[in-house]
């Protein structure tokens, strides 16, 4: 089969859910319009960051893009007076920057294809419908019963997976969905393993797993058709959905926001954990549990999307259990991602966070005992329940499942240790993800600390203790020094020492035995002021000459002296 071997994919082995962060550095007037230097980083790395040049009309068309959604983004309203102003520009920035902050930390908006290509041209310029269409084409052309029907535009988040309605030519009324995917960053199979791997899931079985009627790939991607639902996925039931509809438009703001029936969601959830298990114990990766990933046939829920983790690709909720170290194997990703469908089933809405320290009322008290086992604080210090011990909770353990299909699953042996040691590479990927984000939030929150103003206070007054001990210590030296030298010359007192000045004994010793010479013609220094600290001496002192001159002193004797005779003129004078 000469299948996708032209044109190639344009393959970027980028992980898409890697989270985008933006901040507006500078903005310039050029004219009559301002242009804003934005700085975008890619993850945590700043060697991974580039700088994006945009107007507020480039702001003014994404948002006009995102009204599909739904949502009220905060875009600063257009001024056409005075909009040159420098406080206005300066205003206007900060609402700028705040709309940025909304849309990057909104989860299926920061991971659609139009905020990407805002904030990353170069690596998101490609049209990967019209690459999809190419390769479908050639697909076509080894395989010629099929027919497209039509471009369902939009419906998934993923930017390089494309989806296309079909039929066969001689079962027109029957409605298939065909899905082209470029190959991710996680594809640790070789192109032949791949290839056999692909082709097996079209000959499995499993009461929870959604059939697959072909499947195929190549060295740099594939594509797998499945029958249509008109009814959609778990998430359109959840939602009340088209499933036709864009991705943006179903699932961002929901117009009624309502959960399912408890027994729904016992009855779901059980199965959902079945087919789990069933693929854990299997050693069949999977890693890609979200409601849209969930067929719904009448009562039954059906996995989707089994070819995910073999075509490397990353997974919907990445962007959460990268920020937990516990969560490290792909069981432990299946189980947290189904915490996340469990909220979904239960509240008709993604948790506003996680962990989540509280949970809203729920129709039973199982139900939030099985989502604190998952997504509390406590469950991912500790880690992820495993999925047999979420089936013995009370919530799961009393629903009966009555599907009697049969079970075609059974994976060769060689194919097995290519799937275990994928499986092995895409954990150590995710754990050393998982360690530089550890390490950068380590460092980020010491220097957050360090830089905080209760902190430099401390620094200041710690700053000038230690100053003023400095000049204490400084000054009761020279002190000593200074009384040290005084003392090294005197016969009648024994010469005091300090550690910081000592006086030698031969030094002593000569100054009583040598003659001293007359005393020079300077006065003698004052005495030292022991209140104010003394500041260092220039020039070194000579012991030996002090020691002479005090030596002088004491040997003087007022006998020695010779007479003089005075005239006395103060009497008066009378002639």
Request: charged share 25%.
């Amino acid at each position: 089969m000469a299948f996708m071997e032209k044109p190639p994919a344009g393959k970027v082995l980028l992980d898409d859910t890697v989270p985008l962060t933006a901040v507006i550095e500078a903005s310039q007037s050029l004219h009559s319009h301002t242009e804003y230097i934005i700085r975008v980083q890619r993850g945590i790395s700043m060697e991974n960051s580039w700088q994006i040049v945009r107007r507020y009309s480039d702001f003014d068309l994404l948002n006009n893009s995102l009204q599909i959604s739904a949502l009220s983004l905060p875009l600063p309203p257009k001024k056409l007076i005075g909009n040159m102003d420098r406080e206005f520009i300066a205003e206007r920035q900060k609402g700028l920057q705040n709309y940025l902050n909304v849309i990057t930390s909104n989860h299926i908006l920061s991971n659609c294809e139009l905020v990407k290509k805002f904030f990353d041209p170069n690596n998101y310029s490609v049209n990967y419908v019209e690459i999809a269409l190419q390769h479908v084409s050639m697909f076509f052309r080894s395989e010629p019963k099929w027919e497209v029907v039509e471009p369902l535009k939009d419906i998934g988040w993923r930017i390089r997976k494309k989806y296309f309605l079909m039929k066969i030519k001689n079962q027109p009324k029957e409605r298939l969905v065909l899905s082209w995917a470029d190959l991710g960053p996680d594809k640790y199979l070789s192109d032949k393993d791949l290839q056999c791997a692909v082709k097996f899931l079209s000959s499995c079985s499993h009461p929870y797993i959604y059939k697959v009627t072909f499947a195929t790939a190549s060295e740099s991607s594939a594509l797998v058709i499945r029958p249509f639902i008109e009814k959609g996925t778990l998430r359109d039931l959840i939602y009340k959905a088209k499933p036709k509809d864009p991705f943006l438009k179903k699932y961002c703001n929901p117009k009624k926001i309502q959960g399912l029936e408890l027994q729904q969601i016992k009855t779901f959830g059980r199965q959902i954990l079945e087919v789990l298990k069933f693929l854990h114990e299997r050693g069949f990766p999977y890693g890609h549990l979200h409601a849209s990933n969930v067929m719904l046939e009448g009562d039954t829920c059906r996995l989707l999307d089994l070819e995910n983790s073999l075509l490397g690709l990353p997974s919907f909720y990445r962007s959460y259990f990268t920020q937990f170290r516990k969560i490290n194997t792909l069981e432990g990703i299946d189980v947290h991602c189904f915490g996340h469908l469990l909220y979904e089933m239960t509240y008709g809405r993604p948790p506003d966070s996680v962990p989540a320290d509280s949970f809203p009322p729920a129709p039973s008290t199982s139900v939030v005992t099985v989502l604190e086992s998952i997504l509390s604080p406590e469950a991912m210090k500790n880690g992820m329940p495993t999925v047999s011990r979420l089936l013995q909770m009370p919530l799961f353990s009393d629903v009966l499942l009555t599907n009697s299909e049969k079970t075609q699953f059974k994976i060769p042996t060689k194919l097995k240790e290519a799937l275990k040691t994928a499986k092995e590479c895409i954990e150590k990927r995710l754990v050393e993800e998982q360690k530089m984000i550890h390490q950068h939030r380590r460092l980020t929150r010491a220097q957050s600390h360090h830089g905080s103003e209760e902190e430099k206070k401390k620094r200041k007054i710690l700053a000038r203790k230690k100053s003023k001990r400095s000049a204490f210590e400084s000054g009761e030296e020279q002190t000593m020094k200074y009384s040290n030298s005084n003392n090294s010359g005197s016969g009648a007192s024994s010469p005091l020492t300090s550690p910081s000045s000592p006086v030698p004994p031969s030094m002593t010793a000569e100054a009583a035995t040598i003659p001293s010479p007359p005393p020079p013609p300077a006065a003698p220094p004052p005495p030292p002021n022991l209140d104010v600290p003394m500041q260092p001496d220039s020039q070194p002192v000579n012991s030996t000459s002090r020691g002479a001159l005090l030596s002088s002193i004491q040997n003087f004797h007022k006998g020695a002296l010779k007479k003089t005779e005075t005239c006395d003129y103060s009497a008066p004078k009378i002639n």
